[in-house]
C-alpha cells in the first residue's frame, strides 16, 4: 500500500494516486477495460482531478491505461493476441536482458534466486496456487534481470512485464503442469548462471522457457478454432 502524501510529505498528490492505481491495475483490483473516472478517483484519494489526470498519463505512458473515444481513460483492454504478442516480445527482451545481467549477479542474488524457486517448487507440491505461483515467478525473473546495465531496456521489459500482469489477471492462469516444468527449468537456468555461462547460452535457453508458453497458448488457440 502507498503512503498517503499527508503522512509523506516528499509524496506528491500526482506521485500517491499514480502509485495506487498502479497498484490496483497490477493486482486486478481494477479489470482490464475498466473506466477510469475522473471526478469518481478525485474524491476517492481526496485530491483535484490535476494529479489524477496527470497520474493516468502517466499509466497511459506505460501501457497500463488506454484512452477511448466516447468513453475516456480505460484500463488497457486485453484480447488474445494482446496476450501472444506480449509474451512473445517478453521471451525476447528479458531472455537477452538475463543473459547480460547473469554474469554481475553476487552470490547472495543468485541465492535469493534459487530461494524463491524452491518456494515455486513448494506451491506445486502442496497446496497449489497459479496466483502465488505468479507472483514468486515474476520475482524470479526481475531479480535475474536486475543487473542490465542498459537502463532503456530495462524499461522497454518493466512494461512488458506490467502487460503481463493484466494479460494473466484477465485471461491467462498458469497450469500445474506448466509450473512444475518452470521450476524444472528454472533450475537449469541458475545452473547456467552460476558456472558463468557464455551470455548467449544463457539468453538462448531463457528464450526457450519463455517461449514454451507461447507454442502451448499457439496450440490452444489453433485447436479451439478447429473445432
Known amino acids: 500500500m502507498s503512503v498517503v502524501p499527508s503522512q509523506n510529505p516528499d509524496v506528491s498528490k500526482a506521485e500517491y494516486v499514480y502509485l495506487q492505481l498502479r497498484d490496483d491495475i497490477l493486482t486486478g483490483v ?13 474524491r476517492k484519494y481526496d485530491v483535484s482531478a490535476v494529479p489524477v489526470r496527470e497520474a493516468i498519463r502517466r499509466l497511459e505512458a506505460e501501457g497500463l491505461v488506454n484512452f477511448k473515444r466516447n468513453v475516456g481513460a480505460v484500463v488497457t483492454p486485453v484480447s488474445e493476441r494482446d496476450l501472444l504478442d ?107 548462471v552460476k558456472a558463468k555461462a557464455p551470455s548467449h547460452k544463457i539468453e538462448a535457453y531463457c528464450r526457450a522457457h519463455n517461449m514454451r508458453v507461447v507454442k502451448q497458448l499457439t496450440a490452444q488457440a489453433t485447436a479451439q478454432k478447429s473445432l
Open 30 to 42: 481494477l479489470a482490464s477495460k475498466e473506466r477510469l473516472v475522473l471526478d469518481r478517483l478525485a
Open 86 to 192: 506480449s509474451l512473445e516480445t517478453l521471451a525476447v527482451i528479458e531472455s537477452y536482458v538475463t543473459g547480460v545481467s547473469a554474469a554481475l549477479l553476487d552470490d547472495a542474488e543468485i541465492a535469493e534466486a534459487e530461494a524463491l524457486n524452491e518456494k515455486m517448487r513448494a506451491v506445486v507440491r502442496h497446496e497449489f496456487s497459479p496466483d502465488a505461483f505468479s507472483v514468486l515467478n515474476a520475482q524470479f525473473h526481475q531479480l535475474l534481470a536486475s543487473k542490465c546495465e542498459n537502463p532503456r531496456l530495462l524499461k522497454h521489459l518493466q512494461q512488458e512485464w506490467n502487460q503481463h500482469s493484466i494479460q494473466r489477471l484477465a485471461n491467462h492462469g498458469y497450469t500445474l503442469d506448466w509450473c512444475v516444468r518452470s521450476v524444472t527449468e528454472h533450475t537449469e537456468i541458475l545452473k547456467l
